[in-house]
């Protein structure tokens, strides 16, 4: 019997994503969320105190997979 404790599925809190998440020092800097993007989308509905989605995006950011 197999226990993989390096890493388990989390859920996204902004997009609702599955993604695989690794525990402990091995986080990524935008934990919980799935993506760096997620986290400055959830971090801007809150600094604008509105809980949706902002068009708003930090530049720097925008290579994204778009093909
Ligand atoms: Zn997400």
Redo the contacts with the bound molecule.
Sequence with gaps: METSRASRPCI?P??G?EYICPEGQGRPAFFP???ER?QWIDLGKWLTGQYRISEDLPPGDAQDEKK
Excluded: R
């Design positions: 996204c902004n997009c994503k969320f799935c993506c997620c």
